[in-house]
């Protein structure tokens, strides 16, 4: 670091997680106004399932879904997992931040159709197995599904519990990640007839959101519907 940098460092000690600059307006925790105001939205054409780009002749669905025969209905993103958006998930995840789960909860709030909320009858973070959760001293997806529980009115349910512990999904193929969570999850509440908002950080290949409605449609639920702050496009 050279002298500036560390003047600066104590001038300001948070530095924007897209640009890098020293900043002082802490509206966005560490994502600066101009990063914030520059997060990418998901293109307007996305498959109606899981929200990835898709070319118009497929307008009906993603190759991926129609292979996979989803469990959730859909799912909503804020935004694209890139920039800064990426920083400010990674930094939730590893630095404790429950003031950046505010952040992304807000961006949410402030970016999907309400209309996931329609007729929901709980919001259900995807749960972290006992490993991580006690590593880590919290789990930043139960931050993001609180704060959207208040601001909604939905209650917020922790039904779905991880009962073992599984690789890291994102060194695995899709293949992998589907064998690699069968089985991984556990429907701790009742469930039957409702509709459940399950929300997580990022949505890669859906697997993760996919086992866990497949867990809660096994447990009679009547529909389960994703909202991830970021899809990786
Ligand atoms: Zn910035
Ligand atoms: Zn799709």
Not at 48 to 59: L, R, T, Y
Not at 123 to 130: E, F, G, M
Not at 201 to 210: K, Q
């Amino acid at each position: 670091m050279n002298i500036i940098n560390g003047f600066l460092s104590i001038l300001f000690p948070t530095q924007c997680a897209g640009c890098k600059r020293y900043i002082k307006d802490f509206k966005y925790v560490y994502v600066c106004p101009a990063c914030y105001e520059g997060l990418r939205l998901l293109p307007q054409r996305i498959c109606p399932a899981c929200a990835k780009p898709i070319q118009s002749e497929h307008a009906d669905g993603c190759r991926e879904c129609k292979e996979r025969g989803n469990e959730f209905s859909y799912v909503l993103a804020a935004g694209v997992y890139e920039g800064a958006l990426k920083e400010m998930i990674h930094y939730m995840k590893f630095n404790n931040k429950k003031s950046a789960a505010k952040v992304a909860a807000g961006l949410i709030m402030e970016r999907v159709d309400h209309k996931i909320f329609t007729g929901a009858d709980m919001i259900v973070p995807a749960p972290l197995s006992r490993g991580s959760a006690a590593e880590r001293g919290y789990n930043q997806t139960y931050e993001v599904a609180k704060v959207l529980s208040a601001q909604t009115g939905i209650p917020l349910a922790q039904s779905v519990r991880k009962i073992r512990e599984t690789l890291p999904q994102n060194k695995l193929d899709r293949k992998e990640r589907l064998k690699n969570l069968k089985g991984a999850f556990e429907v701790k509440d009742d469930v039957s007839g409702k509709t459940v908002v399950v929300v997580d950080d990022v949505f890669t290949t859906g697997a993760t959101i996919n086992e866990i409605a497949r867990t809660l449609k096994k447990a009679s639920a009547k529909e389960v519907r994703g909202l991830v702050i970021a899809r990786s496009i």
